[in-house]
């Protein structure tokens, strides 16, 4: 039976805990929210691309962006929702990148729709800009095999989890996720990388996630 | 009242893992919060959790509240109307009564805090002896419609301090310094929140003379205008035209809050010819307002505005069917049709309490996916995790901070 390979340097699991800042910036109408989102700083974006994978980790598959919410579900435009909600952010390897996807996808809509410049928001349901501010912590858990590995995987927080996968890559701008940087770089091993950063994890769960992972590695432990 | 650990079967080791990591990066900081009243109303009730379980936590928190006399708390709850947007006559003499008390406070009371977490506008004035420590504003009421009178008058004050904290993005609004947005949350091991056994939830039905052969629905709120009890008798007349049901109108009054009793004996009176509404009075009885809640099939949360609406979560918490105004915080708590209703109107709500009354199976669904909500989202660990992270902002201007 092959054996476990020892990584020369452990895997440090992280956690990232957010707070979120208020900007006193509001939208009533498209225009003003492409407006907004050209000028808000990249925090953002972050926010509100990301915030419902954590706060409604029990809905699956989970689910829009805050810009596709509001203009579906406030304004209506649901042509525009889906083309929002369908922008692929595994593609974009930066903020910055996401968010001009995002601004060019509404600057199109308005030109063919010009129409949708007319739509108000309700005063209470005015698009309201929030920042997303990280705290990044390391925890206590450490692991220098893919046993070791998964062991952690099963008792680390979502917040853990979510770290590594999604801010890792797009807000700390890194190639892949860290499970797969780290599967590669210090084990060696780049089929399981590749099995690693090859799905789509925003179309998960956290929980569901978190399983599809320990499971992918299971696969490999002797 | 129960220790941190006592948690962990319902949130997980790793959660609490991470508050105390938190702790221990806030060692050495003495966190003082000042607010007016000690028993009464949300801000106590959360104050009284949240203070034993920071210092468990390792984090050095103290509690303090300032004086203040009727008069002061009459102009006090004007401006709390105020700036929930209700016309109020504000004189000058107000301002005045309210800068005099707020001055014998400053001069008595001593802000020793590395921290100072001033919580609502009574005692906001203290920032006046803001040195060199840091000074939160915690804003636990609906402002996003206020009086610009009152408004004006504190935003003179709030931009003294280093960060502001608001329970909905709604309540936001340009200010020179920092807005986090922070919502309250609930103990699920408090008296009002564990899970009762039924023979308490019957002795305490028995007590008030309710009996279980028709539907119960019940608001449970302090009896203040804004939380609109009238409105609520009036959604349970229209409601009672189709289907026999109850009603209980149950909550306290806070200190500070000198117009409870008047409210409460305006609703006696509405209510006073139909036996099927119990009006109930009950003075910081936590288990019995959470048997009232196990006892319910629905809870209503009408208010006219409402800083966040803990009884929302509080019922969604015991998986309960809820039809709430779309107000203040509470659509963070409910997603419509997903996690209870949401109405605008008595006429919105007596539809969607029929509704509900009529479809058990979607009731029970919707106070289902309302408990994982508030699981996931409003308890208490998440709170302490929140206002640990808001300290350590103090400290740490940026978007991404590297705690390592």
Known sequence: ?222 | MAKIDEYIPLVGQSVIDDLILLGERLKGKVIQNINSTPVGGGVAEILNRMVPLLRELGVDTKWDVIKGGEQFFDVTKKFHNALHGRAEAINKRDFEIFMETSQQNIENLDTYGDIVFIHDPQPIAMVKKKTTNKWLWRCHIDVSNPNEKVWGFLVDFINQYDSAVFSAPVFSRKLPIRQFLISPSIDPLSDKNIVLPQKIVDSVLRKYDIKKDKPILTQISRFDRLKDPIGVVETYLQVKKYINCQLILAGGTAEDDPEGFKVLEEVKERAKNDPDIHVLLLSQNDLEVNALQWASDIIIQKSLKEGFGLTVAEALWKAKPVVASNVGGIPLQIKHKYSGLLCHSVQGASFAIKQLLSSPAYAKKLGENGREHIKNNFLITRHLRDYMLLFLSLYHPEDVVHLC
């Open chain 1, 1 to 222: 039976m092959p054996e476990l390979i020892r990584a020369k340097e452990p895997f440090k699991f992280c956690t990232r805990l957010h707070l979120s800042e208020l900007t006193g910036l509001r939208a009533t109408t498209l225009g003003q929210l492409l407006s907004i989102i050209k000028e808000v700083p990249g925090s953002c974006i972050y926010h509100h691309t990301h915030r419902f994978l954590q706060q409604h980790q029990y809905l699956s598959p989970e689910p829009p962006n805050d810009f596709a919410y509001w203009v579906t579900d406030t304004l209506g435009e649901d042509e525009l929702g889906e083309r929002l909600v369908s922008i692929d952010t595994l593609q974009y390897s930066t903020i910055r990148d996401l968010r001009e996807k995002i601004a060019s996808t509404i600057e199109g809509y308005l030109i063919d729709n010009p129409l949708a410049k007319m739509k108000f928001a309700r005063l209470e349901e005015e698009f309201h800009f929030i920042k997303s501010v990280s705290f990044i912590l390391p925890t206590n858990y450490i692991a220098y095999d893919l046993k070791g590995f998964v062991e952690v995987l099963k008792k680390i927080t979502m917040d853990s989890i979510y770290f590594h996968i999604f801010e890792a890559r797009l807000r700390l701008e890194k190639p892949t996720n860290d499970f797969a940087l780290w599967i590669e770089n210090s084990l060696g091993d780049k089929k399981l990388a590749n099995s690693l950063s090859s799905f789509d994890p925003y179309t998960s769960t956290l929980e569901d996630l978190r399983k599809k992972i320990i499971r992918i590695i299971e696969r490999k432990i002797p």
